[in-house]
């Protein structure tokens, strides 16, 4: 039948699927010790943006190349962005914390505090979004990586919000309905956060070649 053909959108469908739950399953293995996650979402998206423009020959070669080429910058982001979640989450708990025990004008000022620490937390998930699509791709020093990813995310306001919004279901979905989903995991995710990337990725390098 035509719709189980290799050509055909059910077919092209159950592929990716494939490719979504090996790199998955890639991801995970790579990133167990924890420190190396940066890397291996990295070289997840390498592959994975190249599906989305078609070129999805060589995955677990182009992962692995891509993971001992970014390690050091990868792992590096990574832990500033530990860092900085760490810090966002103790001061919003202290914060809160002060908010809800104080009265008139101190409970405004921390109020105002709490505003600004959701404030910080929105650029935290922006960035994280794009920093490690974007280092698959270019080299650059790690201040440019964050100033990019931050530009980016609030110039292509509607990629930001689907990507966020594809990673945030699958969550719900794992956790809240039905948890046999994880072997799809962060590798579909990814893979489906690429086709809404892949048009600003494609869109700075046409820019950095001009």
């Known amino acids: 039948m035509k719709f189980l053909s290799y050509d055909s959108r059910f077919s092209q469908f159950l592929l990716k699927l494939t490719y979504g739950c090996w790199l998955n399953l890639l991801w995970a293995a ?91 937390s929105i650029v935290y998930v922006v960035v994280l979004i794009y920093i490690f699509p974007l280092l698959s791709r270019f080299d650059n020093t790690d201040l440019a990586m964050f100033k990019n990813s931050l530009l980016l995310g609030l110039h292509y306001l509607f990629a930001t919000i689907m990507v966020f919004a594809i990673h945030f279901a699958m969550f719900f979905l794992i956790v809240a309905a039905f948890t046999p989903m994880i072997i799809f995991g962060i590798g579909t995710t990814a893979l489906a956060s690429s086709y809404f990337l892949i048009n600003v990725i494609n869109t700075c390098s046409y820019t950095d070649e001009t």
């Open 30 to 120: 790579c990133s167990l010790p924890l420190v190396t996650i940066g890397a291996s979402t990295t070289a997840l998206y390498c592959v994975t943006l190249k599906i989305a423009e078609e070129r999805d020959t060589g995955l677990t070669r182009s992962f692995f190349e891509s993971f001992k080429k970014n390690f050091v910058q990868a792992t590096r982001i990574w832990l500033i962005m530990v860092l900085l979640g760490v810090l966002i989450g103790v001061d919003a708990y202290a914060v809160n914390h002060l908010r809800s025990t104080t009265t008139g004008a101190l409970a405004v000022m921390w109020t105002l505090n709490m505003a600004l620490i959701i404030c910080a």
